[in-house]
């Protein structure tokens, strides 16, 4: 089975939308196997963005996530990095289908609502950066 790591950026708790992002998620039968609110440091942050460092937008998008609590998950589902990147819509709020997350609530590419991993590969290595594997969860969903 597929895990997928979710990160809901600051403005996200700070709207009150972090219900709405988990309806959705769970309305679309993704497992969340972990979950936590935290105040990310700047060495997490930092890991979490090591690909964009040096980048025109970068000083901005670590200051942003470091400005106030997020939500770190673990989900779990079948081919579940596809599907949540499918809910979550295009990076850039107006490239984002109007149905999806991003379409519906994002304010700038910057204050997109949330961060998901592109790849069952940065899945796996993300979520260790905020989670041990002992605070992931083995359960079933009743169907
Ligand atoms: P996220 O999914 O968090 O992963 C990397 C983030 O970098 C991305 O969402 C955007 O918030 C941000 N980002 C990517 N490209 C740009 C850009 N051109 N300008 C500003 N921010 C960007």
Do not use: C, W
């Not at 997490?44 to 106030?68: M, T």
């Not at 979550?88 to 609530?105: H, M, Q, V, W, Y």
């Amino acid at each position: 089975m597929e895990r997928e790591f979710l990160f809901l950026k600051p403005n996200t708790v700070r709207r009150g939308l972090v219900g709405e992002v988990i309806s959705r998620l769970e309305r679309r039968g993704i497992k969340i196997i972990a979950m936590k609110m935290i105040n990310a440091t700047k060495e997490q942050a930092e890991r979490l963005y090591k690909e964009h460092e040096g980048k025109p937008f970068y000083n901005e998008l670590i200051e942003f996530v470091l400005s106030g609590p997020v939500v770190v998950m673990v989900l779990e589902g079948p081919r579940v990095v596809e599907m949540v990147r499918h809910i979550i819509g295009n990076t850039d709020p107006l490239k984002a289908s109007p149905g999806s997350i991003r379409g519906e609530f994002g304010m700038s590419v910057t204050k997109n609502i949330v961060h998901a991993s592109d790849s069952h590969e940065n899945a796996e290595k993300e979520m260790k950066i905020f989670f041990s594997e002992d605070e992931i969860l083995n359960y079933k969903l009743d169907v």
